[in-house]
């Protein structure tokens, strides 16, 4: 190829790389959408307090570099090995390389685009920061903050690649991409302004490259230091993990590793809810459609990586990490509760929330939009059924995630068992039920999958930290008090909590009664837009019908 269209080459590949991340809402979310909103929230937690009365530093100031640093990681390791990885298992990559554009450029496409969607994330953090909560933006540092921000996001590329070309299947590199950076975000400490975890958490971290860009960030963006902001050392440390993710993609490379993916049976089989009725002569009994439905939802759920990783390894991975770095989970935080009890329970609610409210509901939605669910109207296969396994298949997963927390976390902390695990219990199963049917009441009325999505994790996401899941012990503004207790988030999580104090709490009728006010209206908007859809598709079938039975007229 001519050197002078290398790069017009370049920059097509890198537009085209970039459109398609912008249009998958998860990708947004996450990379863009979840530090700036995580900022904008930590932030009115805390209060935004001036911690240097001289100087006018605020709590943002170190806010603001760990979480800008987080969205680069998300979208420069975590989404590009999951997208290389993808295309990999399903051909497009190996169908890329036969084409006239070079390897190199759809490999640098790749980058470039993770690269830009990172720098996205920062900017948007750091402009918010100064227009709205008095970031400051030492000039002095600028020059290392870009050497720093570059630096560590090609080497975090070079690192996604070489996970997505040695690892053998699309949910493997999904859970591992996802499962360290999670970690190493908790333990680099990019979600706190402040904190001691343990000493050999501290020194883990440091061994990794993300704790290095986070302090060059952090400390180049602190007025109260002076010099240039280059950390030589830091730096070295990012480029040497940056050589060793490239020399393995590279290698990866040319031995073909890249054409010949492991087969992933869990990638793109999806059995449509029709697979799930019996085949035999006459109508099954109700039950056995409805066992059946259970199975096939569950199956959905389980192949879905991405699903499985959020809504159970993800609290998993939160229980046994926030407690450890803030003291321990046996710490006494008031009204008989403790630490490693607290997000037990509220890691088990945000799980089921996961699992209820956003993956299930995506799952019915994508049936839809492939047609599945006007199909099943032709089958024995009521509309009511089938909606009720998909709500108790959703229930079972969560369950098996509230199981597996409470043995985490009990085996970790060595924590008793609360006197009030029924009250507990029952409240959890009336939540993941209503979240599952608030979350399918959504999908009724967002046609897009990728929409329902959008929605479903956009809403669930910031009501996470307005209602006491992933913090404990702050005082919300005014306004966002009012908010979170109107949605049934906050009031789930609370009673959880108090179901697993060590002191008796009197029984959560008022949590309860708003849980089930919110699921009753779901059933309304869930009973009205299907009989509507019914009634649509019944008079254009007629409408069809009487098209096919005039007879034509000659012309």
């Given at each position: ?527 009205a837009r299907f009989r509507s859809e019914k009634a649509n598709h019944t008079r254009a079938a007629a409408t069809a019908r009487r098209r096919d039975s005039t007879p034509a007229t000659a012309g």
């Open positions: 190829m001519n050197r002078n269209a290398a790069g017009p080459v370049l920059g097509r590949q890198i537009r085209h790389e970039l459109v398609s991340l912008m249009r998958t809402p998860l990708t947004m979310i996450l990379s863009v959408g979840f530090p700036l909103l995580f900022f904008i929230l930590l932030a009115a937690l805390t209060g935004n307090a001036v911690v240097d009365e001289r100087a006018g530093v605020r709590v943002v100031q170190f806010l603001a570099p760990g979480l800008a640093s987080f969205g680069v990681l998300m979208a420069t390791f975590s989404f590009l090995a999951s997208g290389l990885s993808e295309a990999r298992a399903t051909g497009v990559l190996k169908r890329q390389t036969s084409t006239p554009l070079p390897r190199w450029a759809l490999i640098g496409g790749r980058i470039g685009a993770a690269v830009l969607l990172g720098l996205i994330a920062v900017t948007l953090v750091l402009s918010v920061g100064v227009f709205f909560y008095d970031l400051q933006l030492p000039g002095r540092s600028l020059f290392a903050v870009a050497v720093n921000l570059l630096l560590s996001s090609f080497a975090f590329a070079a690192l996604g690649i070489a996970l997505a070309l040695l690892l053998p299947t699309p949910a493997m590199v999904v859970a591992v991409a996802n499962g360290f950076a999670i970690v190493l975000s908790f333990i680099s400490g990019l979600f706190t302004a402040s904190g001691s975890p343990p000493q050999w958490m501290d020194t883990a971290a440091w061994f990794f490259p993300l704790k290095h860009m986070a302090t060059v960030f952090s400390d180049a963006l602190n007025p109260q230091l002076t010099g240039s902001g280059f950390q030589w050392d830091h730096l070295a440390v990012i480029s040497l993990w940056g050589i060793g993710g490239a020399a393995a993609s590279v290698w990866a490379l040319r031995s073909g590793r890249e054409r010949n993916p492991v087969s992933d049976p869990t990638s793109h089989v999806r059995a449509s809810a029709a697979d799930a009725v019996p085949r035999r002569a006459g109508r099954p009994p109700l039950w056995v459609l409805f066992v059946g439905q259970i199975a096939h939802a569950q199956m959905v759920l389980w192949r879905d990586a991405s699903s499985v990783f959020f809504a159970i390894v993800f609290p998993l991975l939160l229980v046994a990490i926030i407690p450890t770095i803030n003291g321990g989970g046996d710490l006494d935080v008031g009204g008989g509760l403790l630490l490693g009890s607290f997000f037990a329970a509220t890691m088990a609610i945000y799980g089921a929330a996961v699992t209820s409210f956003v993956n299930m509901p995506q799952n019915v939605s994508e049936e839809r939009e492939r047609g599945v669910l006007k199909r099943t109207r032709a089958t024995p296969l009521p509309t009511g059924v089938l909606l009720a396994g998909r709500v108790v298949a959703a229930l079972v997963v969560s369950l098996l995630t509230l199981f597996a927390i409470a043995l985490l976390a009990m085996g970790m902390f060595s924590l008793p068992v609360p006197p009030g695990w029924p009250v507990g219990l029952l409240v959890f199963v009336v939540s993941a039920t209503g979240f599952a049917i608030v979350g399918l009441a959504v999908a009724s009325l967002v046609h897009s999958a990728q929409a329902v999505l959008g929605v479903t994790l956009g809403t669930l996401l910031p009501l996470c930290f307005i209602s006491d899941i992933f913090v404990i012990g702050v005082d919300l503004p005014d306004v966002l008090d009012a908010v979170s207790w109107f949605f049934p988030l906050r009031h789930a999580s609370r009673a959880m909590t108090d179901s697993v104090s060590t002191i008796a709490a009197p029984f959560p009728w008022d949590h309860l009664g708003v849980i089930l006010a919110w699921a009753a209206v779901g059933v309304v908007v869930i009973a």
